[in-house]
């Protein structure tokens, strides 16, 4: 009887570790989700994007590995779902005699019916290596040096001809990705030549200005050029915003 009082502590210390190892292998998982999860919010957007431009972000991010991807474009059918595999890694020094590390599979879904901070679906890891991806081609440059060249010099004092200004624009050879914009306003008239972003990265835009006495171009500040800015936009060109802090 004595014998089996004294071993009652171990036991009850072996189930507690065993529960504490689940434990810290079910944390594991749980950051390994996180990881797929923060891929789904990278992804996040309404923005119509093919399956190889998709995969190619996911690629991208850092601790994910693209196993499989379903569908052609996020706005075809239901979209496109990839197959991710990430790891994570929890550990408690109490009972684990180091740290535990999981790798996991998540299926995360790409579509305008997905939700902001969804959470990815765990799924078997499909055999075979990870996916590579090309990288999408490189954005138009824009013209600067032939913008700042050709946009009229109006003395102080003078009129600016919006009219002129739209047929400046209109005759240069800009690729199709390029979108432009003319707005008057204030005795002045803005322009807009933009590249449609990614949504996560800066927008590639250049902005003009012809006004009495001064013209203009030049490319928003890195940090005015993110989504939610306003930096590439035809009103930034007619009053432009201050550089940031």
Same mark, same amino acid.
């Given at each position: 009887?004595?014998?089996?009082?004294?071993?009652?502590?171990?036991?009850?210390?072996?189930?507690?570790?065993?529960?504490?190892?689940?434990?810290?292998?079910?944390?594991?998982?749980?950051?390994?989700?996180?990881?797929?999860?923060?891929?789904?919010?990278?992804?996040?957007?309404?923005?119509?994007?093919?399956?190889?431009?998709?995969?190619?972000?996911?690629?991208?991010?850092?601790?994910?590995?693209?196993?499989?991807?379903?569908?052609?474009?996020?706005?075809?059918?239901?979209?496109?779902?990839?197959?991710?595999?990430?790891?994570?890694?929890?550990?408690?020094?109490?009972?684990?005699?180091?740290?535990?590390?999981?790798?996991? #599979?998540?299926?995360? +879904? @790409? $579509? %305008?019916?997905?939700?902001?901070?969804?959470? =990815?679906?765990? &799924?078997?890891?499909?055999? *075979?290596?990870?996916?590579?991806?090309?990288?999408?081609?490189?954005?138009?440059?824009?013209?600067?040096?032939?913008?700042?060249?050709?946009?009229?010099?109006?003395?102080?004092?003078?009129?600016?001809?919006?009219?002129?200004?739209?047929?400046?624009?209109?005759?240069?050879?800009?690729?199709?990705?390029?979108?432009?914009?003319?707005?008057?306003?204030?005795?002045?008239?803005?322009?807009?030549?933009?590249?449609?972003?990614?949504?996560?990265?800066?927008?590639? #835009?250049?902005?003009? +200005? @012809? $006004? %009495?006495?001064?013209?203009?171009?030049?490319? =928003?500040?890195? &940090?005015?050029?993110?989504? *939610?800015?306003?930096?590439?936009?035809?009103?930034?060109?007619?009053?432009?915003?201050?550089?940031?802090?």
């Amino acid at each position: 009887m004595r014998r089996l009082l004294l071993l009652a502590p171990l036991l009850l210390f072996a189930v507690s570790g065993c529960g504490m190892f689940r434990s810290s292998e079910g944390e594991a998982t749980d950051s390994a989700r996180d990881v797929a999860r923060k891929a789904g919010e990278r992804l996040y957007g309404q923005r119509q994007r093919t399956a190889e431009e998709v995969g190619y972000i996911a690629s991208s991010i850092e601790g994910v590995e693209v196993l499989r991807v379903k569908g052609a474009s996020t706005r075809d059918g239901d979209g496109i779902e990839l197959v991710v595999r990430t790891s994570g890694t929890a550990y408690d020094q109490k009972f684990d005699p180091q740290p535990v590390t999981v790798r996991r #599979c998540f299926a995360v +879904r @790409v $579509s %305008p019916k997905s939700r902001w901070r969804e959470d =990815p679906r765990d &799924v078997d890891c499909p055999d *075979g290596p990870r996916l590579t991806f090309a990288p999408p081609p490189e954005p138009p440059a824009l013209p600067h040096e032939e913008l700042r060249a050709r946009l009229p010099r109006v003395p102080e004092g003078g009129r600016v001809d919006e009219a002129e200004v739209r047929r400046v624009v209109a005759a240069l050879d800009l690729d199709r990705a390029i979108r432009t914009e003319v707005r008057a306003g204030a005795g002045r008239v803005g322009v807009l030549l933009s590249v449609e972003g990614n949504g996560h990265d800066p927008q590639d #835009c250049l902005l003009g +200005r @012809v $006004s %009495p006495g001064a013209t203009e171009v030049w490319v =928003p500040s890195r &940090v005015q050029r993110m989504r *939610g800015e306003g930096g590439c936009t035809v009103e930034n060109a007619l009053d432009r915003m201050p550089p940031p802090h």
